[in-house]
């Protein structure tokens, strides 16, 4: 039996597919599939179960992950042994992270790009969602607004962030500016597509202007922001987006304050890869040295 299937073994827990694990390991899907087909002929019983969505472990395979894990810690504490610079002994392999676009863009890709230029074996990829999966299976570490849709053993708040009324001087001087929420529902709103609204806490447009009307929607803040930088309206933004824009002004700032949170979920210890505690606390370290960000005023 090779150890290194095992470790192979492992990978494919953490993305829940052959082809997940080939792109993370850089190997081919058809080697994944060879070396897979021959450890369970050598154990004589099956450690996949392989469908159309994906790869599931069967009870062998999700037993087999405590010695998985030991081997991968194993090969990595001989590879540290055998370093001889700093560099060496450095972070490497992956890291999967899935947050919003926003927070991923402003928070998460500036920390990764340090640590990557830091750490050149370091390879980091950033997946885009809004909410926490139920399961997380395939990131390292997820972020998302609010709590899982259904509870998650280790996710934690992460931080709150503020949400405030933002548009663009080419706006205000074609169209003027609302004095008071109750004229909101005369002018033109960007924020999400409402029918395509899956996070709960996102679903507060009508809390502070009465409509759920939008003229101009995105399941994108960064086409959101895009938009209102063109003039297209009155949009509903992260504080940390709207004002970094120096064109932008804040609409209604005393009346319209909304606070929402971020939440993070780490792997199952088991199936984080190793770089993976690192990473986390380099976020928790960025979060807490940028609150006057997240939550202005």
């Given at each position: 039996m090779r150890?290194?299937?095992?470790?192979?073994?492992?990978?494919?827990?953490r993305c829940g597919s052959l082809v997940g694990a080939a792109s993370a390991l850089g190997l081919n899907h058809a080697t994944i599939s060879?070396?897979?087909?021959?450890?369970?002929?050598?154990?004589?019983?099956?450690?996949?179960?392989?469908?159309?969505?994906?790869?599931?472990?069967?009870?062998?395979?999700?037993?087999?992950?405590?010695?998985?894990?030991?081997?991968?810690?194993?090969?990595?504490?001989?590879?540290?042994q055998v370093s001889t610079t700093p560099?060496?002994?450095?972070?490497?392999?992956?890291?999967?992270?899935?947050?919003?676009?926003?927070?991923?863009?402003?928070?998460?890709?500036p920390i990764l790009a340090d640590l990557h230029r830091i750490n050149p074996e370091l390879s980091v990829e950033i997946v885009t969602?809004?909410?926490l999966s139920a399961y997380g299976v395939g990131a390292d570490i997820e972020i998302g607004v609010g709590e899982p849709v259904v509870g998650r053993r280790g996710a934690e708040k992460l931080t709150d962030y503020r949400l405030g009324l933002y548009a663009a001087a080419e706006y205000r001087a074609e169209r003027g500016l609302p004095a008071s929420?109750?004229?909101?529902?005369?002018?033109?709103?960007?924020?999400?597509?409402?029918?395509?609204?899956?996070?709960?806490?996102?679903?507060?447009?009508?809390?502070?202007?009465g409509t759920r009307q939008v003229s101009f929607g995105s399941t994108s803040v960064q086409a959101q922001t895009a938009a209102v930088l063109a003039g297209a309206g009155i949009g509903l933004l992260p504080a940390f987006v709207g004002d970094r824009e120096p064109t932008l002004v804040r609409v209604l700032a005393d009346e319209v304050a909304l606070t929402l949170e971020f939440t993070a979920c780490l792997a199952p210890r088991r199936l984080q890869r190793p770089a993976t505690a690192t990473v986390m606390r380099a976020i928790r370290e960025s979060v807490a040295e940028r609150q006057a960000e997240l939550l202005p005023g």
């Open positions: 150890a290194d299937d095992l470790v192979v073994l492992l990978e494919i827990a060879r070396r897979m087909s021959a450890l369970e002929a050598e154990l004589r019983a099956p450690v996949l179960v392989r469908g159309v969505q994906g790869c599931e472990l069967t009870d062998l395979g999700h037993r087999l992950l405590k010695s998985c894990e030991q081997i991968e810690s194993a090969l990595n504490e001989v590879r540290d560099r060496e002994r450095a972070l490497s392999g992956l890291v999967r992270i899935a947050t919003t676009d926003a927070f991923g863009a402003y928070f998460v890709a969602q809004t909410r929420a109750a004229e909101l529902s005369g002018h033109s709103l960007i924020y999400y597509i409402d029918s395509l609204l899956r996070v709960e806490d996102l679903d507060v447009l009508s809390r502070v202007t």
